[in-house]
């Protein structure tokens, strides 16, 4: 079945810090893939997302591409700040059919001033 | 617009109690989805409905667990006679249409069987 591998924490950077959360997948088809972000007490949150092969998506500095031939949707920001500090979760749908979500295990980012 | 509202944030029950979950939609939005996130694990999908439906529920366990969305009020979810196992965060997400990408996720529900 469909699923996704994420990069586990948790991770502790420094602010400015180059930041890369891998996060690869398994799938049949063209699945959609996404990034949500957790806050502290709080819902998860649409960060970015990639409908097919060669997107990018990109918000509030992050950006991830879509590679189907690695299968693969890694997180980059080139310059994390304490604000980023969250759980982060990558996410699949698969292509048709019901649109329910698929995600990773999440991985809690600290980052410290 | 209020955001995703989910009741209570916490819930305490003993074993072989019920736990009800209560999630209202944002306004406008007629399809609801819900994850549970077990200790350690992402989020797993369990059910999804529109109003009055249920359209996938391959997710859900199949005793002890019930859904609904009915046409007035918020969705439910229902945990007959829970156990320790199913302690765990239960996410509620809405859209106004089945697209995925703009499932709108509340603050959910942590549920602690004891």
């Known amino acids: 079945g469909n699923s996704v591998t994420q990069m586990e924490g948790p991770v502790t950077l420094s602010e400015e810090a180059f930041l890369t959360i891998n996060c690869t997948y398994t799938a049949t088809g063209y699945p959609s893939l996404f990034w949500y972000v957790q806050y502290p007490g709080e819902g998860l949150q649409l960060l970015l997302k990639?409908?097919?092969?060669?997107d990018k998506g990109s918000n509030k500095g992050f950006e991830a591409t879509y590679r189907k031939e690695t299968t693969s949707f890694h997180l980059e920001k080139g310059s994390v700040q304490v604000s980023d500090s969250a759980v982060y979760f990558c996410a699949l749908s698969k292509e048709g059919g019901s649109e329910k979500l698929v995600f990773g295990k999440g991985m809690k980012l600290t980052v410290n001033p | 617009n209020a955001g995703v509202m989910q009741n209570p944030r916490h819930l305490v029950r003993r074993r072989g109690q019920e736990a009800r979950l209560r999630c209202s939609p944002m306004k406008g939005h007629s399809h609801v989805y819900w994850y549970r996130q077990l200790p350690e694990e992402g989020l797993k999908f369990m059910v999804y409905l529109q109003k009055e439906n249920i359209i996938d529920e391959s997710g859900m366990p199949k005793e002890r667990f019930s859904a609904e969305f009915p046409k007035e009020g918020p969705s439910i979810l229902r945990i007959q006679q829970v156990v320790r196992g199913d302690s765990a965060a239960y996410f509620c997400?809405?859209?106004?249409?089945?697209?995925?990408?703009?499932?709108?996720f509340g603050p959910g529900t942590r549920l602690t069987v004891t």
């Open positions: 997400a809405s859209s106004p249409r089945g697209e995925t990408y703009e499932q709108y």
């Open positions: 990639a409908t097919k092969a060669d």
